[in-house]
């Protein structure tokens, strides 16, 4: 394990403190499952946002209703 110091602003901090507090854990368990949260949200390999484009569109086929309908049949 690594031992390591980051440096937290109060209010940040004091949350922390009070979901160790209230989970009977330590400050520490908290950071580290806080870490573990956010990578699951951060895959390696994942593009950053201004790479992204959107996918290449395909052909659903013809339209089962005309479009001049359409508005009636959301409402029915």
């Known amino acids: ?7 937290i602003p109060d209010g940040l901090y004091r949350e922390a403190k009070r979901i160790a507090a209230e989970n009977e854990m ?3 368990e908290v950071v580290r499952r806080g870490l573990e949260e956010i990578i699951v949200h951060h895959p390696p390999g994942r593009q ?6 959107p996918p290449q569109a395909f052909d659903l086929g013809e339209t089962l209703a ?7 049949l959301c409402h029915d």
């Open 1 to 7: 394990m690594v031992k390591t110091q980051v440096q």
């Open 26 to 28: 330590s400050f520490a």
């Open 48 to 53: 950053r946002p201004d790479q992204w484009e």
């Open 66 to 72: 005309p479009e001049s309908e359409w508005t009636s």
